[in-house]
């Protein structure tokens, strides 16, 4: 019998709760879907390709008390407090429908009068703002959906800490970061975080037909694994990495995403000795490969690209291009 699961968290550190998420995605698929719940105290949560002091405070954000965590999906930086519900399915690859998933985040807000829709990448909108940015990932096993949801989050903080890039602004047609997101507390002073809870619990028992099993967050939070998983996010490294003096050399912003590059070329050789690469893409496959491409590649015509799917090699492709600005190869502009 079809038995859907549901975790949720007791606890509100980002690098606990993304541990037990990831460990859940980590584990072999028996068939069954499973629904994370959890939320996180001040945390500027960013996307695996970003550079943290492009996106956000990171100095005023640590002050203050705040966490950056780096997740190991895509997409853009998103803000999380004790306001902010977030949410991941677990899903087996036979039974991933990003339609359903969506459905139960829209049921639940639905219960509380309020329409909602589906717009762009990864966004859910009501009344035209969104409240909701998602991202998406693959392992071996499962497939990963996970969301947030804006009910009585902080705007004001959110504004301290992030910076949004004036070229996503204008391509949403706004001024700021404020005037793009809504609290659905504002549309409707009912909702609430923790009201929220059990109406996603009941609207992932209806999308899915079966009621579901509470598997215990405190028992999976304790396992060796999980603590593993949990010291990795916290690590400087993961966070920051070389990022502290990365210096964009080109940008560009594509329909699949915005993406900047920094290159070093080894003038002796005449190849590409480093690159780096920030990117809020949901494709963070297709980033590594462009990169790994481009690291060691010749600087004085371009590589071939060849990739296993149509997304990727489009991904790829655009940003070879961006990097081999002239039909001669690298321009002098790059640094040596």
Request: charged residues 20%.
């Amino acid at each position: 019998m079809f038995m859907p699961r549901i975790v949720i968290s007791t606890q509100t550190n980002p690098y606990l709760n993304i541990a037990v998420e990831q460990y859940l995605l980590s584990q072999p698929s028996d068939g069954e879907v499973t629904m994370y719940l959890w939320r996180n105290c001040r945390t500027v949560v960013i996307g695996q390709n970003q550079n943290p002091y492009a996106e956000c405070d990171v100095e005023r954000l640590e002050a203050d008390g705040g966490y950056l965590m780096r997740r190991r999906t895509g997409g853009g930086a998103v803000y999380h407090d004790l306001g902010n519900l977030n949410f991941s399915f677990v899903v087996p690859y036979e039974r991933y429908d990003l339609e359903r998933q969506f459905g139960v985040l829209q049921q639940a807000v639905s219960s509380y009068g309020l329409a909602t829709e589906v717009s762009g990448r990864n966004d859910v909108l009501c009344c035209g703002r969104k409240f909701s940015g998602n991202a998406f990932a693959k392992a071996k096993h499962q497939r990963l959906h996970h969301g947030t949801v804006l009910i009585r989050t902080d705007v004001e903080e959110l504004q301290r800490y992030l910076k949004p890039k004036p070229a996503k602004l204008q391509r949403h047609g706004v001024a700021s970061v404020q005037s793009r997101v809504v609290n659905l507390s504002e549309l409707e002073p009912e909702v609430t975080a923790e009201g929220m809870i059990p109406r996603m619990v009941s609207a992932f028992e209806r999308v899915y037909g079966a009621p579901a099993e509470y598997l215990d967050f405190d028992a999976l939070a304790s396992l060796p694994a999980v603590q593993e998983i949990c010291t990795s996010f916290a690590d400087p490294e993961w966070k920051y990495g070389r990022w502290r003096h990365f210096v964009a050399q080109r940008s560009a912003q594509f329909d699949w995403g915005s993406v900047e590059l920094s290159a070093v070329v080894d003038e002796s050789l005449g190849k590409v000795g480093e690159v780096l690469i920030a990117s809020d893409s949901l494709f963070p496959d297709a980033i590594a490969a462009a990169q790994h491409l481009l690291l060691g590649a010749s600087v004085f015509a371009a590589p071939t690209v060849r990739c296993d799917d149509g997304q990727t090699q489009r991904i790829v492709e655009d940003i070879v291009a961006l990097l081999y600005g002239c039909e001669n190869g690298i321009s002098s502009m790059w640094a040596y």
